[in-house]
């Protein structure tokens, strides 16, 4: 079974609003999360490094304060897109690290539409 | 159900000698494949990708793979391999089913080049 939950699936929102996408390893500890972000037929693009407990490390490009991101918690990375537009509508995927394996596992994506 | 199989956890292999990394994969929709490597410390890069039209895919540092769609596989290939080489390899399929876009990762390759 799965072993990082990303929720939700699939999100559509008015232009203007927040949405939060959460990233949870179900039976592992995860000091490190990845935030990616894909375009129809695109690689995937690193957004940031989520570390738990200290700030994320955002990829040159990306805007800290539209994409928040909190890692509270050694199961739990959430990305928030702050004031969503149209052009923010995207395929988002988590993954996560398993220190104790080295092995990197990988939520199953959201896809966010910004009407 | 979509899945996606990588049979082998590591690889190890001399420098220069050709290498093959496996990938199958179950799905009954249509699919684009990909294939990932991430170094240590570092995010995810693109090698290649599948789409659609020529079968035989050639990506970035010599590699290229081979969709066979009867046997649902994408098998990752290079000559000659190099030290730089080693790294942890990734097989993906996007696809597109029950209204959302889904990207599945298998459960990576690890691949490491001896002198």
């Known amino acids: 079974g799965a072993v990082v939950s990303q929720h939700p699936s699939w999100v559509i929102c008015k232009s203007g609003t927040s949405v939060k996408i959460e990233c949870r390893s179900l039976?592992?500890?995860?000091?490190?999360m990845f935030w990616y972000r894909q375009f129809p037929k695109q690689s995937l693009m690193l957004m940031a490094t989520?570390?738990?407990?200290?700030?994320?490390?955002?990829e040159q490009g990306v805007e800290k304060d539209k994409f928040l991101i909190n890692h509270a918690s050694l199961t739990l990375s959430t990305l928030t897109v702050t004031s969503a537009h149209p052009e923010d509508s995207s395929f988002y995927i988590c993954?996560?690290?398993?220190?104790?394996?080295?092995?990197?596992?990988f939520g199953s994506g959201t896809q966010l539409s910004v009407l | 159900a979509q899945s996606v199989t990588q049979l082998d956890s590591q690889v190890p292999v001399f420098e220069e000698a050709p290498v093959e990394l496996r990938c199958n994969y179950s799905?009954?929709?249509?699919?684009?494949l990909f294939w990932y490597v991430q170094y240590p410390n570092q995010g995810l890069q693109l090698l290649l990708k599948?789409?659609?039209?020529?079968?035989l895919v050639k990506g970035i540092n010599g590699f290229e793979a081979e969709f066979n769609k009867s046997q649902t596989s994408f098998h990752l290939r290079k000559p000659s391999v190099h030290i730089s080489d080693t790294a942890e390899y990734f097989c993906?399929?996007?696809?597109?089913?029950?209204?959302?876009?889904?990207?599945?990762f298998g459960t990576g390759t690890r691949l490491k080049v001896l002198a």
């Open positions: 993906a399929v996007s696809l597109y089913t029950s209204g959302t876009y889904k990207y599945i």
């Open positions: 599948y789409l659609s039209g020529s079968t």
């Open positions: 039976d592992f500890q995860a000091t490190t």
């Open positions: 989520s570390n738990e407990g200290s700030k994320a490390t955002y």
């Open positions: 993954s996560a690290r398993d220190s104790q394996v080295e092995k990197l596992f």
């Open positions: 799905s009954s929709v249509s699919v684009y």
